[in-house]
């Protein structure tokens, strides 16, 4: 899943006014202060208990693109969509994959049929009860065309789907039926992505446009309902009390601080007003690392640039790739952890055999040898006809808000001179910067990936040619070719050999420059408790306590 984003310096007001939390009370989701919910400032909006309960805010994204199941991308609006919407898995206090919406599951003989049993106490937050009917909407909807969205592709091992009919079905209210193409080891983790979250059809055709922006049609059946979306503030959530195991959310009111800059998010923290910021301004890390605030955790994730491949010729795209000095984003920009990326499936993912995918498949170039890798790239420009950059247009790189990623732009711009590329930086706000990275509305690209589930195909199958993901504008037949095959088979070893053949043709066109395997770095307050951090880069706060 991507990269969450960042936005720009709020004023302290509206700051303060985007901080202030809901006091607790009875009644439903509403809007603004109906049902006897007026707003009132609480006593630490961080991590404080309002007139009627415990309320906490947090930040964990900027304003998100969207917040409908089947059209975010955003690993970090993924926190949001996770507390409206429950799928048939999640994630145990241990990380672990677990029953959801499903009490349980049984797998056929041959790994290739699901049958999902709905628990009969699972409610939507308007009380009705969640239906295997409203999978099985949502999953076709999913990868209809007219729904346009870009996270289709990852349930294609289901049987239909390239025939644009799901081999999925509900013969009652309690059962949900799938049928794959193959045996999938992933597939119950891959349940647990907000892509196949069940929707209410009524809802959403209610306002097919626009249905998530209001509590009225935003129904949901995670632990917290929608109460209020301020664009580009906040967005309220209070309790779901019929979610199927409300008696354990401990958290009356969940307020998502839609926080910009990370200088203001870092204050507010500070100041209480937060318990929990996923922005963090570069210049003060060195500071935070000492205190028991800070959390830097390793992820199954890769931090890398992106080419529009139709704008940027091949020997541009090795050239740019081998000039970046790795070594030097981790110790001087990142400073967080990361490791030196060589390559697109991170380490810690398993092969065939249990050993790592990353070690067996090993790295295209020499993530230590700078030196080398930059004369490298002078001679693939001058092999090219482009002797120190000569003959080349300036190109513009785009980024998104937040600290990190200006300093990145700003180290990669000074190591693209040497070779004598130009580059001009463009940073755009999050919404508008993940439209025109989609749209291939842009030349060279701040990009990266969490993986959805532990399983090579997840960092690999979103360059296939039809995958809604596939922002850099790749084509390559051979390479569908195999990943069609890894979908299709239930030998494990006869996938990972597939896999890292397609990781081969994708490193050999150089669609992507790895930069460094991410960490997830964050500020927690020591009074925040049980909040389960998931490997793919999102929080669940259906078990998150405040601890007085």
């Not at 999938?184 to 992505?193: K, Q, R, S, V």
């Not at 626009?210 to 967005?235: D, H, M």
Request: negative net charge; aromatic residues 10%.
């Amino acid at each position: 899943m991507k990269f969450g984003g960042l936005l720009r310096k709020n004023a302290a007001a509206a700051l303060s006014a985007c901080l202030v939390l809901a006091a607790c009370g009875g009644g439903g989701a509403s809007s603004g202060g109906a049902g006897g919910r007026g707003e009132t400032p609480s006593r630490g909006a961080g991590a404080g208990a309002s007139a009627g309960g415990v309320s906490v805010a947090v930040q964990t994204c900027a304003n998100p693109e969207s917040i409908d199941p089947a059209i975010n991308t955003a690993a970090d609006a993924s926190t949001v969509v996770d507390a409206l919407f429950q799928g048939l898995m999640t994630f145990g206090e241990d990380k672990s994959v677990v029953p959801g919406t499903a009490q349980s599951y049984d797998l056929s003989e041959d790994g290739r049929t699901y049958t999902f049993h709905i628990r009969p106490e699972a409610k939507w937050s308007d009380g009705k009860p969640v239906t295997a009917g409203d999978f099985l909407y949502a999953w076709n909807r999913l990868v209809a065309p007219e729904t346009g969205a870009p996270y289709a592709s990852i349930i294609d091992i289901v049987d239909g789907f390239d025939e644009g009919k799901l081999n999925i079905s509900a013969p009652d209210d309690a059962t949900f039926i799938v049928k794959l193409k193959a045996p999938a080891p992933y597939f119950a983790e891959l349940c647990t992505h907000n892509a196949t979250f069940p929707v209410r059809q009524d809802c959403v055709e209610s306002n097919p446009e626009g249905w998530t922006l209001s509590p009225e049609t935003c129904v949901g059946n995670g632990p917290f309902a929608l109460k209020e979306w301020r664009q580009q503030g906040y967005i309220q959530t209070e309790k779901n009390p019929y979610y199927w195991a409300a008696d354990g959310v401990k958290i009356d009111d969940l307020r998502f601080a839609l926080m910009a800059d990370d200088n203001a998010a870092l204050a507010a923290f500070r100041q209480g007003e937060l318990s929990f910021i996923k922005s963090v301004p570069m210049d003060e890390l060195d500071a935070l690392k000492s205190t028991p605030e800070y959390h830097g955790d390793p992820l199954l994730g890769n931090y890398y640039v992106t080419f529009n491949t139709q704008k940027i010729p091949m020997p541009v795209r090795k050239a740019l790739t081998l000039a970046i000095d790795r070594e030097y984003l981790v110790e001087q920009v990142g400073k967080t952890g990361q490791r030196p990326a060589g390559a697109i499936v991170p380490p810690e993912v398993k092969d065939a055999d249990g050993s790592d995918f990353r070690e067996k498949g090993g790295d295209y170039f020499d993530v230590k040898d700078y030196a080398g890798n930059l004369e490298l790239a002078k001679k693939t420009l001058e092999d090219a006809g482009y002797k120190d950059g000569a003959g080349l247009p300036e190109y513009t790189f785009t980024y998104n808000e937040g600290t990190m990623y200006e300093q990145t732009a700003l180290a990669l711009q000074d190591m693209w001179a040497k070779i004598g590329v130009k580059v001009t930086l463009q940073q755009q706000d999050w919404a508008t910067f993940l439209g025109a990275r989609r749209a291939g509305d842009y030349e060279i690209a701040r990009s990266g990936w969490y993986n959805d589930f532990s399983d090579p195909v997840t960092c690999l199958d979103i360059f296939c040619t039809d995958n809604g993901n596939n922002d850099w504008q790749w084509s390559n037949p051979e390479f569908d070719k195999l990943i069609a095959q890894v979908k299709s088979t239930g030998d494990n070893a006869e996938r990972m050999r597939l896999l890292h053949q397609a990781e081969d043709l994708v490193m050999a066109d150089w669609c992507v420059a790895p930069m460094f395997y991410y960490t997830d770095l964050y500020l927690q307050s020591e009074k925040l408790k049980g909040v389960t951090m998931v490997p793919l880069s999102y929080r669940l706060f259906d078990r998150a306590y405040i601890e007085e």
